[in-house]
């Protein structure tokens, strides 16, 4: 079965960006500063357009979040047959992993082992950039 990519999945997205330039043009106008809380971004706006560029992020991120997680097939009707001679493909499982930092400290997940060992790595990795960056700019 083949799940296409629909169109109205790039809503969310799109409204995601908006609100994204929405607050960047706040920030040069002087209705909103953002401010770096140890490692999460937080913007505080005093206008219109610091508001509306704070709601369309929200409501980017939720239609992002609905619209990509809804998996329509593709309907069958005429002319969508196989044709008889090649054998039905056989899905392969999905492998899937991330790394969290919490901090300087990262958090890895994965769908089986050697996929979480590879986040592993990649979280050391990364670490050990951020590590060498920060030390970097201390002695500088």
Known sequence: MVVPVRPV???GPAVLVAGLLT????VSRGEASVYLLLVIPAV????????????????????TSFLWSARVP??????????AETPPAIPRPRR???VIFLGPLPLVF?????MTRT??????????????????LLLA
């Open 74 to 83: 593709i309907p069958s009707g005429p002319g969508t047959e196989r044709p």
């Open 23 to 26: 607050l960047a043009l706040a």
């Open 44 to 63: 505080v706006g005093t206008g219109p357009l610091a508001f509306l560029g704070i709601l369309l992020v929200f409501v980017g991120l939720l239609l």
């Open 119 to 136: 986040m592993l790595l990649l979280g050391a990795i990364l670490f050990l950039a951020l590590l060498a960056l920060t030390v970097a």
């Open 9 to 11: 999945q790039f809503v």
């Open 110 to 114: 994965g769908s089986d082992p050697q």
């Open 96 to 98: 899937w992993g991330g």
